[in-house]
């Protein structure tokens, strides 16, 4: 009877406890699950707010735009430097100020200027349009992270769900053994020697306390 006792608890207690780590895995589950969409919005409003400033903004290739335009206003600054200056400075010494080629070559240096304050304008734009770029960027970035940490949780939470945790717990059976005084969990197995030393104690102590009495 005890043996039967014994293994209905020990049933009772596996299933008891798989189904509270089945539970608490569902409701796992569906926290994940829930924080899944809300991230998921997030990221598809994110993704379409940088598509959006990206192409608003014409900015695609911030790298290779900027490069572009610093060789641009290299090239005419080389220009100027070379060309401009060079023959305004000669033109000056061999001609007047009002003559046509000096008008022509000082039209040219205002030309030449206006380009490079055009480029220099447009890479100023250009920085400020990339540095909202890459806020933009990061927090798709950041949000994608979030969102491939939720997938990989949700498909925990599914496989614990789905797991029987009763066979990862060894819990010893119970054993009845042939002998029935090996089955006798109390009293203990040294019953004859403490039903001595207690006869004796209270033999020491029937004695003690006849001779107090007498006393």
Do not use: C, W
């Amino acid at each position: 009877e005890a043996e039967k006792i014994a293994e209905n608890v020990s049933k009772a207690f596996l299933d008891n406890f798989s189904e509270m780590y089945r539970a608490q895995a569902v409701e796992a589950e569906r926290a994940l699950k829930l924080r899944f969409e809300d991230v998921k919005k997030r990221l598809l409003a994110a993704e379409q707010a940088l598509e959006k400033y990206r192409t608003g903004n014409k900015v695609f290739d911030a790298s290779e735009q900027t490069k572009s335009l610093i060789a641009e206003i290299a090239k005419l600054e080389s220009d100027k430097k070379i060309d401009v200056k060079t023959n305004m400075a000669r033109l000056t010494v061999e001609k007047t100020v009002e003559h046509p080629d000096v008008k022509i070559t000082q039209r040219q240096k205002e030309i030449i200027d206006e380009q490079i304050k055009e480029r220099q304008k447009k890479l100023d734009e250009l920085t400020e349009n990339n540095r909202g770029l890459e806020g933009l960027a990061r927090e798709v970035g950041s949000l994608k992270t979030v969102y491939n940490s939720l997938v990989s949780g949700i498909e925990t939470a599914r496989i614990a769900a789905e797991m029987n945790v009763a066979n990862a717990i060894a819990v010893q059976p119970p054993t009845v053994f042939e002998t029935v005084k090996y089955n006798i969990v109390f009293p203990p197995r040294k019953k004859l020697l403490y039903l001595v030393v207690a006869l004796f104690m209270g033999a020491l102590f029937g004695l003690f306390l006849v001779f107090f009495l007498e006393y």
